[in-house]
């Protein structure tokens, strides 16, 4: 059997309720179209339930510890495929030995979901310092970034908190997701966002960018660059969207 969610949190907190409800144990649990070798399969599609996962989840947070919880919204946002399965294994174990899974870090159940939060911890992390905001015309400030993991969600509260009186976007255009911040009800939603054609620059922002090069060039001393330096500080990955490095 295939379960098949919408992607989401809570989609996927009603998938590991209804398999546990129901006793069973599901060859995939996945938010895409099967693979070819997998069409023999039976595949039912789950609807999220909200009130099944919220029930769920409080069941969790009365089991587990809040380490443990963290480590399982870290590996969630992972995109490793087959994580589902993974993370399933992980809460049925949890599920038996309570807190106790903490301590477990050994085991092979708890081993790949733990190297999965470890990722994608590290990697939000990374990314706060990585976020370049570009001034548009509207007073919107606007980025992109292109991590590894769907990390959004897992960034919004820290610049929601850092920008709290400005509307920014963080946009991943690799996957189609953006988190939007509204400063008047100083909240955030994640919403699909495709950008077509260049973005529309403040004259302040095309200012500065000017200004910044100047900068740059006057202050470098030719005979001190170090490329290679560099890219071991600084990623040519990352660099695609930081405007530092527009020439």
């Keep these: 059997m295939i379960l098949r969610y919408d992607g989401t949190f809570a989609g996927f907190l009603t998938v590991v309720a209804l398999a546990r409800e129901r006793g069973v144990e599901p060859e995939a649990i996945t938010d895409r179209q099967p693979e070819q070798q997998a069409l023999f399969a039976a595949v039912e599609e789950v609807a999220t339930d909200r009130q099944r996962a919220a029930a769920f989840y409080g069941f969790l947070r009365r089991t587990l510890t809040a380490g443990a919880l963290h480590t399982l919204r870290l590996a969630f946002h992972a995109a490793e495929p087959g994580r589902e399965l993974l993370i399933l294994h992980f809460l049925q174990l ?89 400063p008047a009800r100083r909240t955030w939603t994640d919403t699909e966002l495709e950008v077509t054609g260049p973005l529309p620059l403040s004259d302040g922002e095309r200012l ?40």
């Design 94 to 182: 949890g599920c038996v030995v309570g807190q106790q899974l903490d301590g477990m870090l050994a085991h092979e159940r708890v081993v790949p979901v733990w190297k999965l939060a470890r990722a994608v911890g590290r990697e939000a992390h990374r990314y706060k310092g990585l976020v370049r905001f570009q001034h548009l015309d509207g007073d919107i400030w606007y980025a992109a970034i292109e991590p590894e993991h769907r990390i959004l969600p897992l960034v919004a509260p820290h610049f929601a908190d850092r920008f709290a009186d400005q509307r920014w976007i963080i946009h991943d255009p690799r996957r189609g997701e953006a988190i939007i911040f509204d």
């Design 208 to 247: 500065f960018r000017e200004l910044w090069q100047r900068y740059f060039d006057r202050l470098a001393i030719e005979e001190r660059r170090n490329p290679e330096l560099q890219r071991q500080h600084l990623p040519l990955k990352h660099r695609r969207h930081l405007p530092e490095f527009d020439q």
